[in-house]
T-cell receptor
């Protein structure tokens, strides 16, 4: 069965520290997609990134970077020089096909609550 | 931002009453989903739709039904609400593809069943 584990339930850092959020997944599929979403205190879910299983290149977007390693089934997310506005719950998710032409189900991890203190 | 709205945004109801939540999109996306979010569980899929009148069950579908009579609207109904259905409900949409397309989420509905 497919599964996503975010072992860190809560992380607290001081502003300007770097922080890495871990995500480990399990799947028997050879083709899959991985996602990160951010849920700020206001409650909405904000899409951050999508990676497919054939692309292991690391990605950087401003202060955010993602490290995808198939050998360890991990898709970790690093925030460099954290800011108070980064405080949120972050979810890692894995896609599962529901049948041809039927869309895709997302398997979510439990989420990591990041608190960045000034 | 994807054009997704959910109504109501907050609702308090009593055990045994029927409740309908509405998801409305202006993106003309084919796929729509209902998830619930509970502490310690992340988000879990309740039902999904892959076209008008085409729906199927997700992993936590017991006690819920859905309908989709128009592309833009996806309704989630709790036939007889129970306290275990107290949760935050999110609707999501995606343009297409079996699994490759990104899902975009609505603002959520907080439901409290007393």
């Amino acid at each position: 069965a497919q599964k996503v584990t975010q072992a860190q339930t809560e992380i607290s850092v001081v502003e300007k520290e770097d922080v890495t959020l871990d995500c480990v997944y399990e799947t028997r599929d050879t083709t899959y997609y991985l996602f990160w979403y951010k849920q700020p205190p206001s409650g909405e879910l904000v899409f951050l990134i999508r990676r497919n299983s054939f692309d292991e290149q690391n990605e950087i977007s401003g202060r955010y970077s993602w490290n995808f390693q198939k050998s360890t089934s991990s898709f970790n997310f690093t925030i460099t020089a954290s800011q108070v506005v980064d405080s949120a719950v972050y979810f890692c998710a894995l896609s599962e096909a529901m049948g041809w032409n039927q869309g895709g189900k997302l398997i979510f991890g439990q989420g990591t609550e990041l608190s960045v203190k000034p | 931002d994807a054009g997704i709205t959910q109504s109501p945004r907050h609702k308090v109801t009593e055990t045994g009453t029927p409740v309908t939540l509405r998801c409305h999109q202006t993106e003309n996306h084919r796929y729509m989903y209902w998830y619930r979010q509970d502490p310690g569980h992340g988000l879990r899929l309740i039902h999904y739709s892959y076209g008008v009148k085409d729906t199927d069950k997700g992993e936590v579908s017991d006690g819920y039904s859905v309908s989709r009579s128009k592309t833009e609207d996806f309704l989630l109904t709790l036939e007889s609400a129970t306290s275990s259905q107290t949760s935050v409900y999110f609707c999501a949409i995606s343009f297409g593809g079996p699994m490759a397309e990104t899902q975009y989420f609505g603002p959520g509905t907080r439901l409290l069943v007393l």
